[in-house]
């Protein structure tokens, strides 16, 4: 199944599936989960940045520095990556094709893709952030531990603490990253773009109104 539509100059398809979405995410978190961790036991201990891996290590285990987190910090990677990739896209062109103006389809891409993304994965956040605060794991054990500590807790609410301000990162990342991918992708993957190109010029109004041979020249010059 594919998603997104067409996005930057008509005829331009960029094309991906879900779960190739979310894998790519997912495979980020792998990276994301231990240095998160170092960066939340540096924030809660006051420790420098080499001292850090080598106290977690002493407290929890070498597997913690490593595990601690990671399937939380993973599923949230791929959540994100979704919704950028995939979701934000895709509303913005839905909004265009309603007729809004591309200015307020991106809008409505970041603030629909941004809320949803932020709302599906901002549990496994606070999970994740609660085991690696607790790195020996002494109040907040397992992903079910953990969950089933916070809903004794707060209730339904615990899971989204900090929804708001994190929220209102994330439609600035989807605004900002899909902004970035349409304005550099024809620049870094031209070959994707080229015949996209010569078939919009050909449908110009110039090609119509002048013949056969002022369409070759203007594919000449969109190849070259």
Same mark, same amino acid.
């Given at each position: 199944?594919?998603?997104?539509g067409h996005?930057?100059?008509?005829?331009?398809?960029?094309?991906?599936?879900?779960? #190739?979405?979310?894998?790519?995410?997912?495979?980020? /978190?792998?990276?994301?989960?231990?240095?998160?961790?170092?960066?939340i036991?540096?924030?809660? *201990?006051g420790?420098?940045?080499?001292?850090?891996?080598?106290?977690?290590?002493?407290?929890?285990g070498?597997?913690a520095?490593?595990?601690?987190?990671?399937?939380? %910090?993973?599923?949230?990677?791929?959540v994100?990556?979704? /919704?950028?990739?995939?979701?934000?896209?895709?509303?913005?062109?839905?909004?265009?094709?309603?007729g809004?103006?591309?200015?307020?389809?991106?809008?409505a891409?970041?603030l629909?893709?941004?809320?949803?993304?932020?709302?599906?994965?901002h549990?496994?956040?606070?999970?994740?952030?609660?085991?690696?605060?607790?790195?020996?794991?002494k109040t907040?054990?397992?992903?079910?531990?953990?969950a089933?500590?916070? *809903?004794?807790?707060e209730?339904i609410g615990?899971?989204?603490?900090?929804?708001?301000?994190?929220?209102?990162?994330?439609? +600035?990342?989807?605004?900002?990253l899909?902004?970035?991918?349409?304005?550099? %992708?024809?620049?870094l993957f031209?070959?994707?773009?080229?015949?996209?190109?010569?078939?919009?010029?050909?449908?110009?109004?110039v +090609?119509d109104?002048?013949?056969?041979?002022?369409?070759?020249?203007?594919e000449?010059?969109?190849? #070259?």
């Amino acid at each position: 199944m594919h998603v997104l539509g067409h996005q930057g100059p008509p005829g331009v398809p960029v094309q991906g599936s879900p779960h #190739v979405f979310f894998s790519s995410g997912g495979l980020s /978190g792998l990276a994301c989960g231990p240095m998160e961790l170092v960066m939340i036991q540096q924030q809660r *201990y006051g420790t420098s940045l080499f001292s850090t891996p080598g106290k977690i290590i002493g407290d929890a285990g070498i597997g913690a520095l490593f595990g601690r987190g990671l399937m939380m %910090s993973c599923g949230r990677e791929g959540v994100f990556t979704a /919704g950028m990739l995939g979701l934000g896209p895709t509303l913005r062109r839905s909004a265009e094709d309603a007729g809004y103006s591309k200015p307020q389809a991106a809008m409505a891409g970041a603030l629909g893709g941004g809320v949803i993304v932020a709302s599906l994965s901002h549990p496994m956040d606070t999970i994740k952030t609660c085991q690696q605060g607790d790195v020996a794991g002494k109040t907040y054990g397992n992903i079910a531990h953990a969950a089933k500590v916070l *809903y004794e807790k707060e209730g339904i609410g615990a899971f989204f603490r900090g929804w708001s301000y994190r929220t209102g990162r994330m439609i +600035c990342a989807v605004f900002l990253l899909n902004e970035c991918k349409l304005q550099l %992708s024809p620049i870094l993957f031209p070959h994707h773009f080229a015949s996209a190109f010569s078939a919009q010029a050909c449908d110009a109004p110039v +090609c119509d109104a002048t013949g056969n041979d002022e369409v070759e020249e203007v594919e000449v010059g969109v190849e #070259v």
